[in-house]
């Protein structure tokens, strides 16, 4: 008897590993899963598990292809909230990428790793007064408003600082992005930007543009994550040019700038088929093209924000199994030493995973499994539906595939559990880029 959820047929090959979900370094030698030309024992031995283990020739390599397929005329930055470490933020600029980051950490893990200010961006719906206060001090390139508090909050910060930031007004466009819904951004009833239909975001720009302190850079949307088609870009393109027509109707004033934020999907599973970064380059281009056409507007810049694009394909999650336990025929809960304190997502969006046996090579006869965490929830799931081997053991290693995005960042303490390292790994070397934690680590914070 099968459970209700009814779960994907086995695949053919256990041991396979789909080119379009794992990281472009990862293969099998000897039937071990290498990744970076490092044996994942190597890894589990001198880092431990779980650990994330990032290639970085994978990360450059998406990073020079966004900046390819979008040209010169046009900016690409690193939504950093889907993996923020200083290695990965100075890999990414080094590839010409700018930064776009969302909190007052963020943006001081981008300056102080040498990100040049003026290619940075910042976002939020509730920026703190320090953080405002800080991006103008620091010169950063954008700052995104949000609502009509942030305006006047911005404009005393950088009367203060005596300087002139250009901003970028956020528009809700009512869009409803084919994703989760705690992932679809630009619908009305949410809490992000200036709302298109009630008139908010012509008032915001009307503010903007009224201020002396502000340099009025262009406009902002951002429909959702995880988005396969430009069905959605296409509709909100055309009404934030309608908006740009008004804008030069009403002030005078081109829009000189169109960031369409990002979301760009990715393979999680091999039933997933996202669009090839040319393709989705040349859409995005032909949707905005033609909607200037359409109201006889110039064709602002172009920029766009992908993160999960970048990072997410290029990181595997390695876990060591603990224990095994059949449940009536049904499946096999296989237990990590991990879970929802490194994985939240499966939990909070019921995402999809691919996961392999790492350690060996195995013949057995696939086994329906649910790999599941260590923490006290029932709902601590990890990979929710796969095959693995039917001699699964104790002690034998777990890869979770495409782990980058949302993952680390998402990561918590929840039942005192350290959060895990990240590992960098390339050309048969290994190194640890953002530290294990330890116990020793939570209980340094806890001074009562």
């Not at 979900?21 to 000897?30: E, K, L, N, S, V």
């Not at 970028?168 to 705690?182: D, I, K, M, N, P």
């Not at 603990?322 to 049904?330: A, E, P, S, Y």
């Not at 390292?421 to 050309?427: E, I, K, N, R, T």
């Amino acid at each position: 008897m099968l459970p209700a959820d009814h779960p994907p047929a086995p695949p053919a090959d256990l041991n396979a590993l789909h080119p379009a979900i794992w990281p472009r370094g990862a293969q099998r030698r000897g039937g071990v899963l290498t990744l970076g030309g490092v044996d994942v024992r190597d890894l589990a031995a001198e880092f431990g598990t779980p650990v994330f283990v990032t290639d970085e020739q994978d990360v450059r390599e998406r990073c020079r292809e966004y900046m390819d397929a979008f040209g010169a005329d046009a900016q690409v930055y690193y939504a950093s909230k889907a993996f923020c470490s200083r290695a990965v933020l100075r890999w990414v600029t080094e590839e010409g990428l700018g930064v776009d980051v969302c909190t007052g950490g963020e943006l001081e893990t981008a300056l102080s790793a040498g990100v040049d200010p003026a290619m940075i961006t910042l976002h939020g719906n509730n920026k703190l007064p320090a953080e405002l206060a800080r991006a103008v001090a620091a010169g950063i390139g954008h700052v995104v408003v949000d609502s009509y508090e942030e305006i006047a909050r911005l404009a005393y910060y950088a009367e203060q600082a005596g300087a002139r930031p250009r901003v970028l007004v956020r528009v809700t466009t009512g869009v409803e992005a084919h994703t989760h819904e705690f992932m679809a951004t630009a619908h009305d009833d949410q809490k992000f930007g200036f709302s298109l239909a009630s008139g908010a975001a012509d008032e915001a720009v009307r503010r903007v543009l009224a201020l002396p302190q502000f340099e009025f850079a262009g406009l902002h949307s951002h429909i959702g994550s995880q988005i396969f088609d430009t069905a959605g870009f296409e509709v909100a393109a055309h009404r934030v040019v309608e908006l740009a027509a008004r804008i030069l109707a009403e002030h005078g004033v081109v829009v000189a700038e169109l960031d369409l934020g990002g979301g760009f999907g990715i393979a999680y599973t091999p039933e997933d088929d996202p669009p090839e970064v040319k393709s989705l380059a040349a859409g995005l281009r032909a949707i905005v093209t033609a909607q200037c056409a359409a109201f006889g507007l110039p064709v602002p810049r172009l920029t766009i924000e992908p993160g999960r694009g970048i990072v997410g394909p290029s990181t595997v999650t390695l876990y060591e199994v603990g224990t095994i336990k059949d449940v009536d025929g049904i499946r096999t809960y296989v237990s990590v030493d991990g879970g929802m304190s490194d994985n939240i997502r499966t939990a909070l969006y019921d995402a999809a995973y691919t996961c392999v046996l790492a350690s060996r090579f195995s013949a057995a006869p696939a086994m329906l499994s649910r790999v599941v965490g260590r923490h006290c929830e029932s709902g601590d799931i990890v990979v929710r539906h796969c095959y693995l081997p039917s001699d699964l053991a104790p002690g034998d290693l777990l890869a979770v595939a495409a782990t980058g995005a949302y993952c680390w960042s998402l990561a918590s303490n929840y039942n005192h559990l350290p959060r895990p390292g990240v590992v960098a790994v390339g050309d048969g070397s290994a190194r640890e880029i953002v530290r294990r934690e330890t116990l020793d680590d939570l209980l340094r914070l806890d001074v009562g």
